[in-house]
T-cell receptor
Framework: EADIYQTPRYLVIGTGKKITLECSQTMGHDKMYWYQQDPGMELHLIHYSYGVNSTEKGDLSSESTVSRIRTEHFPLTLESARPSHTSQYLC????????????FGQGTRLTVV | KQEVTQIPAALSVPEGENLVLNCSFTDSAIYNLQWFRQDPGKGLTSLLLIQSSQREQTSGRLNASLDKSSGRSTLYIAASQPGDSATYLCAVTNYGQNFVFGPGTRLSVLP
């Protein structure tokens, strides 16, 4: 059973606000990921982490930042939200070995007005 | 650089048909290949994982095959149902790399 949770599921927020999208997993996975996906479009990797205190930028440049203080928690923060940040954000996790499945959360749909 | 493509981009079939979705990748030195399903506005659900040493995996009405040497995988769905309507994505992992996703096949199964 995949246990990876994202909150909130939906968020509508005004321009300039600071927001944090939460992602937690209870599978003991070392590696965690954040993807950005516009409706009907491909997934783009924006951040990933190999474990505690590790954060890396993904293939798509993003103004968001991430932190990994605990293995199970990988929050994504936008310091000043803009309408261009409107998108769906998906969190995922897997073992570092790459030999096992990746599991995804249900996503956070962010709308910046 | 690994590139993943999926054919067809979209598919519409009547209920009950058997169908095949295709996934191709350019670098055959993969660790594994994973098939996912995504419903509109939702996250991805893992369907099947095939390790590089395996040729196929089965789960219920789903069967995925892998031909590493030719850089191809197929997802076979038997006796399709309207509930199978979704976007199906494949993703591959190479040594030391992150998952590389295909663009997906959007499937509609008509009642």
């Amino acid at each position: 059973e995949a246990d990876i949770y994202q909150t909130p599921r939906y968020l509508v927020i005004g321009t300039g606000k600071k927001i944090t999208l939460e992602c937690s997993q209870t599978m003991g996975h070392d590696k965690m990921y954040w993807y950005q996906q516009d409706p009907g479009m491909e997934l783009h990797l924006i951040h990933y982490s190999y474990g505690v205190n590790s954060t890396e930028k993904g293939d798509l440049s993003s103004e968001s930042t991430v932190s990994r203080i605990r293995t199970e928690h990988f929050p994504l923060t936008l310091e000043s939200a803009r309408p261009s940040h409107t998108s769906q954000y998906l969190c995922a996790s897997s073992h570092n070995t790459g030999l096992t499945e990746a599991f995804f959360g249900q996503g956070t749909r962010l709308t910046v007005v | 650089k690994q590139e993943v493509t999926q054919i067809p981009a979209a598919l519409s079939v009547p209920e009950g048909e058997n169908l095949v979705l295709n996934c191709s990748f350019t670098d055959s030195a993969i660790y594994n290949l994973q098939w996912f399903r995504q419903d509109p506005g939702k996250g991805l659900t893992s369907l099947l994982l095939i390790q590089s040493s395996q040729r196929e995996q089965t789960s219920g009405r789903l069967n995925a095959s892998l031909d590493k040497s030719s850089g191809r995988s197929t997802l076979y769905i038997a006796a399709s149902q309207p509930g199978d309507s979704a976007t199906y994505l494949c993703a591959v992992t190479n040594y030391g790399q992150n998952f590389v996703f295909g663009p997906g096949t959007r499937l509609s199964v008509l009642p």
